[in-house]
């Protein structure tokens, strides 16, 4: 009765690895038919970077009552004076107005200094980079200007917005924009 045991167990384990071994090749079979179906990660397509890069929800939040967003082609830094120079595709935007040193002992202003030095140097890398603009835009729709003094009878005003790093800075504003002093093709821009 012990001798059949063994042998009966043997061709059961024998047949059963036969049955099993065609079920677990087709489904091999198949899933490298759907990896090769599949294109590698290198190939899948990204969207197109937008042309304002980390600026594309500001610029286009200004300009939803009409304006122009222009690229701005160089910063001139003002060490001395903690002022900017803007310049852009149509011209000279003009200086940007000045920083003030705060803090309460000369090693804080110091601290502060080298601060808006750095920030300085990154707006003019950005700008030399092609990832700074100068935007024109309807008073109404500037929040940081409306409450600001200056002349608020003209509609347009500007802000010099930057891309550091991936974030979108806000690098210096111009209370008002005289429409007249402007490039006549900037002009028809902001009509449009």
């Known amino acids: ?8 167990l043997a061709a059961a384990l024998l047949s059963a690895a036969i049955a099993t071994m065609p079920a677990d090749a ?6 490298t038919r759907a990896l090769a179906a ?13 042309r304002f890069l980390a600026c594309d ?3 286009r939040d200004y300009l939803r009552e009409g304006g122009a967003a222009i690229r701005v082609t160089k910063i001139e ?6 002022q900017l120079n803007i310049h852009h595709e149509y011209g000279e935007a003009g200086k940007s107005s000045r920083k003030y040193l705060r803090g309460d002992t000369e090693e804080e202003m110091r601290k502060n200094l080298r601060g808006i030095l750095d ?12 990832r700074a603009w100068y935007v024109i835009a309807a008073r109404k729709v500037m929040p ?14 500007a802000i010099v917005l930057a891309d550091f ?14 429409r007249n002093k402007l490039d006549p093709e900037l002009g028809k821009k902001l009509d449009e």
Do not use: H
């Open 119 to 130: 920030e300085f140097a990154a707006a003019a890398k950005a700008a030399a980079a092609g």
């Open 26 to 31: 087709a489904p091999r079979k198949r899933n």
């Open 77 to 82: 830094v003002d060490d001395a004076r903690l």
């Open 165 to 178: 790093e991936g974030k979108c800075r806000p690098i210096t504003f111009y209370q008002s924009v005289d």
């Open 144 to 157: 940081e200007l409306r409450e600001g003094s200056g002349d608020t009878t003209n509609p347009w005003t």
């Open 1 to 8: 009765m012990n001798a059949p045991f063994p042998g009966v």
């Open 57 to 59: 929800v500001r610029v």
């Open 38 to 50: 599949v294109p590698p990660a290198a190939s899948v397509t990204q969207p197109p970077a937008d």
